[in-house]
């Protein structure tokens, strides 16, 4: 396409925006919440090619047609995992569930929660599940606390990044915003900087009480 003309205007699956295609002679992306197409739910964006290699920091990002950020910058909030903690996706017999993809209903979002909390058959879990999964983590606090660290950094996340580097989830939530799924590799990243944090609470908790008692 590029080779042929170096200024294109695209509609394309938002889901590129994920993908590893190289990104740098893009001059603009704009996602789309409301569905421009009769015959499908598949989210769309319109990706604009300016044939000129540049930074991802100078890649525009709109949401509905309003500047959200560059494309560097919100790669720059992805979270990253570092493997440096024992944590285990559909696995029946873990501690906490992950409801991975948001529902049609704005109050039944992607969360994490206590397994009876969530509201699904267990049995249908299998190795392959993606948007509900039971997950055992070794934990050295509360689980009420650490359950609700998670939802807290997740909850940042989605609000710094506009939901852009969540993968679209086909169909909108009952407000019209876009329904979207959480990946296992964000996942364990943000659980392991809850865990992390908790480690990092209980080592000056640990340490203040050495200096208190000496």
Do not use: W
Request: proline share 4%.
């Amino acid at each position: 396409m590029l080779t042929a003309q170096d200024f294109v205007v695209a509609i394309i699956p938002e889901t590129f925006i994920n993908t590893k295609f190289p990104k740098d002679k893009i001059y603009s992306i704009n996602v789309l919440e409301e569905n421009p197409f009769d015959d499908t739910e598949n989210p769309v964006s319109i990706v604009c090619f300016d044939g000129i290699s540049k930074s991802l920091y100078d890649v525009k990002v709109y949401k509905n047609s309003h500047f959200a950020s560059t494309l560097g910058d919100l790669q720059a909030k992805q979270p990253i995992p570092k493997n440096n903690h024992k944590i285990k996706f559909n696995l029946l017999s873990g501690n906490i569930a992950l409801r991975a993809v948001d529902t049609t209903d704005p109050k039944r979002k992607i969360a994490f929660m206590k397994k009876e909390e969530l509201d699904y058959d267990l049995s249908g879990i299998k190795n392959s599940s993606r948007l509900i999964t039971i997950i055992d983590v070794k934990l050295d606090t509360d689980l009420d606390s650490y359950i609700e660290k998670c939802n807290k950094i997740l909850n940042k996340y989605r609000e710094d990044t506009d939901d852009i580097l969540l993968s679209p989830f086909k169909g909108n939530m009952k407000n019209g915003i876009r329904r979207r799924r959480l990946d296992y590799k964000t996942a364990r990243a943000i659980m392991e900087l809850a865990l992390d944090n908790d480690k990092a609470i209980t080592a000056h908790q640990r340490k203040f009480s050495a200096i208190a008692n000496s």
